[in-house]
């Protein structure tokens, strides 16, 4: 490693999940020439499962941010670097190779160096604005060269003419040099995210008309040519679009809406899902609610019916450990579980979410009601982390808090079951013998049935039923 390696570091985009790609930079909290220290967040950033703040591992001055909030990241992309050395002097972290080195920047892809009131200068594209002399270049060898395909007509990158000697004292070159000899460049002047960018949207950058200093494509470049080529693509079909321009709204769709889409189409067309439902007289559990909220060993607490749902499927997971599983295709293995991670779906305003309470299976009342409070509470202040979605086992979701009765939850993938618990409303119920008005709400509960077999989801069902008409099983099924 060079000294200005040494002195200028870079922090990666890491997975701060469990096998992320990519990360959308929610926001900086740094900027160029700011002081950082280590553990010092910097950015936050949303990850597929949850936002996510970035603390950085070593002190220094921000010398340069890499990508602008709202960019989404792949995993170990440097995204900021940081200069170690301050005092040391106005060295560039790219601008100068070792001496015999041939210039690395264009064959890994790493971002021209850009300090206050200097020109950016792209290492391997042409001398910096004040030089005067220039080393004889020097031909890096055919894999670090990799350029687009040339097309038709132009010489193939590996086999490049040999440019012309230059005497020591000539001018400066132009900042799109004659490298190959054929009278145009032999790569568009672009920083590596508008080189992935216009790789994404599949532009070729050689067509592109460049607006930067020095000739340097920009992302508002790339842009306007991927939007020209799609004026150029559309079909009378597509005229009646813009018919509606500003009445409609296109979001992008990516962080956790992207990975709850994928995931839900996953679990929809891989596990065989089968939703049963029951409706259940819950007054006695209401008032074991009410009568919770007043015991001193629940102050402070989160009581409410959710948290007697949650212990009741516990309790009944305990007579029925099978239902608690996962279906193993790679290996074609059913996995059954001797704990309980239990999900509770939340919404937030970025989407679904299904964080699970660790060990759930374990826990006293109290506990569970703490472990509960905290979820809800972490969830709706976007603080959740990826550790505490993964792993869960079993999942319930509210709907009843929006006043729905019933649904056909889909399951979380890897989980053989979810419960939907229903509002809890008034109605005329035959109890003993008379119509009365009664507490009750509708379950559903949605099963793999690979794994899980009718025989078993309804007895999952008539039990979760029969603790909430009567909640004193919560002791006696304990």
């Known amino acids: 490693m060079t000294a200005v390696e040494q002195r200028f570091r870079e922090f990666k985009m890491p997975d701060v999940g469990e096998g992320l790609t990519e990360a959308e930079i929610l926001k900086w909290f740094v900027a160029p020439g700011d002081t950082v220290t280590d ?39 440097p995204i900021i670097s ?25 064959a890994a892809e790493a971002e021209p160096a850009e300090k206050e009131g200097r020109q950016a200068n792209l290492v391997g594209y042409g001398a910096a604005p004040a030089s005067t002399k220039r080393r004889p270049r020097k031909p890096l060898p055919g894999p670090q060269r990799s350029a687009p395909a040339p097309s038709a007509g132009a010489p193939a990158p590996q086999e490049p003419a040999p440019a012309p000697a230059r005497p020591e004292a000539a001018p400066a070159p132009s900042p799109s040099p004659d490298l190959n000899g054929s009278g145009r460049t032999a790569r568009p002047l672009a920083k590596p995210p508008v080189r992935k960018l216009a790789k994404d949207l599949g532009i070729d950058l050689e067509a592109v008309t460049p607006s930067g200093p020095d000739g340097i494509i920009t992302r508002e470049d790339v842009h306007a040519a991927a939007e020209a080529v799609q004026t150029a693509r559309e079909t009378p079909v597509a ?27 996953n679990s929809a067309f891989t596990a065989p899902h089968v939703t049963e439902f029951v409706t259940v007289d819950v007054t006695r559990t209401m008032k074991l609610v009410a009568d ?16 007697l749902v949650a212990k009741a499927l516990l309790v009944v997971i305990r007579r029925n450990p099978d239902v608690n599983a996962t279906w193993d295709e790679d290996n074609q293995e059913i996995v059954y579980k001797d704990y309980v991670n239990l999900g509770i779906a939340a919404a937030t305003p970025r989407g679904l979410i299904v964080p699970n309470i660790k060990d759930a299976h374990a826990k006293t009342l109290p506990e569970l009601a703490s472990a509960l409070g905290e979820l809800v509470t972490t969830a709706r202040e976007g603080k959740t982390t990826p550790a505490a979605m993964s792993g869960g086992t079993v999942t319930i979701t509210n709907v009843g808090v929006f006043g729905i009765d019933a649904g056909t939850p889909i399951l979380n993938p890897g989980e053989s079951a979810i419960l939907a618990f ?22 559903a509960l949605s099963f793999d049935h690979r794994l899980v077999d009718g025989e078993l989801g309804s007895k999952v069902l008539a039990d979760v039923a029969a603790v909430l008409e009567r909640p004193k099983r919560l002791i006696t099924w304990a």
């Open 422 to 443: 229903g509002a809890v409303k008034l109605q005329p119920w035959v109890h003993k013998g008379e119509v009365k008005p009664r507490q009750v709400t509708t379950l």
């Open 39 to 77: 553990g010092q967040v910097v950015c936050e950033v949303e990850t597929a499962k949850a936002a996510v703040e970035l603390p950085i591992p070593f002190d220094g001055v921000v010398h340069e941010v890499r990508f602008d909030e709202g960019t989404t990241v792949d995993v170990g992309t």
């Open 239 to 265: 005229a009646p679009s813009r018919a509606v321009e500003g009445r409609e709204r296109r979001v992008p769709v990516k962080g956790v809406r992207k990975a709850t889409a994928q995931a839900m189409v």
């Open 82 to 106: 940081v200069d170690t050395d301050p005092g040391a002097g106005e060295a560039a972290p790219q601008a100068a190779p070792a001496a015999g080195k041939p210039a690395e920047a264009p």
């Open 292 to 307: 919770l909220k007043q015991d001193p060993a629940m102050a402070g607490l989160r009581v409410n019916p959710l948290l």
